[in-house]
């Protein structure tokens, strides 16, 4: 499929019409074109994975967070563990979210205290809503979210779920995973967060450890390799937390 104008729009504006900084020209022409908006989803996609490859590079995996919190780790590794921990927030909430996870499984095992390195307790002031399944729709906005013309190009919304709770939208794609049978990619479009927040989405299942993956500036997010089951997804800021309690892959 060819794109309806010669010369066709480049990819430099296609990625600037995801970014939502595109001229009114190029968003009018995407928004009719139909090969440039499936070229601009493939783009977004691939832009998803990059930010997703490239975010904490430096970081701990989340397999190896887990088992540090498990006491699984060598006793070398365990220190750079911690010594990473007393600068790295992203790692020390993730370590947090572990807990609060396997608290909520089995309360006996909740921890007495958890501390920032900052000394700021964990959870303090951190506001909390269960969203809530609504029926999908492809028109669904929000102010400070993503443009509507590209939240239509998050793949088929027939076969997205939709939740919703204090304004906040969140759509949900589960796709399979041609190359890895048995395997899924969770696609997820949060809208209506506040710009000032910068938020992780955490997916974890009874008994494993939790992944964890940014949530980009326009709303995305990414996780990949998953395995069929019912998880708990969980949209984490420093100032608040949106969770959906049963995820079903």
């Avoid at 019409?17 to 090969?35: M, S």
């Avoid at 996870?101 to 002031?125: I, K, N, R, Y």
């Avoid at 190009?153 to 906040?168: F, H, M, N, S, T």
């Avoid at 964890?212 to 996780?223: A, H, K, R, S, Y």
């Amino acid at each position: 499929m060819a794109c309806i104008t010669s010369p066709a729009i480049t990819d430099e504006q296609l990625f600037a019409f995801i970014d939502g900084v595109a001229t009114t020209d190029v968003v009018a022409h995407v928004q009719q074109c139909t090969a440039c908006q499936q070229r601009a989803q493939q783009l977004a996609h691939l832009q998803n994975r990059l930010v997703s490859h490239l975010y904490r590079a430096e970081c701990p995996s989340s397999l190896e967070l887990g088992e540090y919190h498990l006491n699984l780790l060598p006793m070398d590794r365990v220190a750079t563990i911690e010594q990473h921990l007393t600068t790295c927030l992203h790692c020390a909430r993730e370590i947090q979210t572990l807990q609060t996870f396997l608290a909520d499984l089995d309360p006996a095992s909740a921890p007495v205290s958890q501390s920032t390195p900052s000394g700021e307790s964990f959870g303090s002031q951190v506001k909390r809503f269960i969203a809530q399944l609504v029926k999908p729709s492809a028109n669904t906005s929000a102010s400070g979210g993503m443009n509507p013309a590209l939240a239509g190009l998050r793949g088929d919304p027939a076969k997205q779920q939709a939740y919703e709770v204090d304004g906040i939208h969140i759509s949900i794609e589960v796709q399979t995973e041609p190359e890895r049978p048995g395997y899924k990619t969770l696609l997820g479009l949060v809208l209506g967060l506040e710009v000032a927040e910068t938020f992780e989405a955490q997916l974890g299942q009874v008994g494993q450890t939790v992944i964890t993956t940014p949530v980009d500036e326009l709303g995305n997010f990414v996780f990949e390799h998953l395995k069929p089951g019912n998880y708990r997804l969980l949209l984490r800021s420093a100032a608040s937390e949106i969770q959906i309690e049963e995820l079903k892959l």
